[in-house]
């Protein structure tokens, strides 16, 4: 299982670049694993401001339908176009061209609440 340990993670099992006052955000190579095949994403919140823990989008896999949730509060400033025609990029490459969305956070205070890639790993292996 692949954690990078420069992103910062969710218990929901989002991953986190943070990039100044902005973040990328995606879910884990776990997350993909557990969804399996990615088979469609709905993300409609480009230009909304949404509250920590907000969902955000869904995914949709061969098995399920998850909701995915703001690690963080901010603005949404860009979806990841790619993913309406190939979604299945996010099990290929979650941590690169997967990516879901980036955000201007609102509250940098909340990226302390984030889990490092060990205290993520921990979750991931329970």
């Known amino acids: 299982m692949n954690i990078p340990a420069e992103l910062k993670y969710t218990k929901d099992h989002e991953w986190v670049k943070i990039e100044g006052n902005e973040a990328v955000i995606g879910i884990t190579d776990f997350a993909q694993s557990q ?4 088979v469609f994403i709905e993300i409609e919140t480009e230009g909304e401001e949404l509250d920590h823990e907000e969902v955000f989008g869904t995914i949709e896999a061969v098995k399920t339908v998850s ?3 703001m690690p963080v509060a901010g603005k949404v400033i860009a979806v990841n176009e790619k993913l309406a025609d190939t979604p299945e990029v996010v099990n290929k490459d979650p941590y690169g061209d997967g990516w879901m ?26």
């Open 35 to 38: 969804l399996g095949d990615v």
């Open 67 to 69: 909701d995915m949730f």
């Open 101 to 126: 969305i980036r955000i201007e956070i609102s509250d940098a205070s909340q990226l302390e609440e984030l889990l490092t890639a060990e205290q993520y790993k921990e979750i991931a292996n329970a």
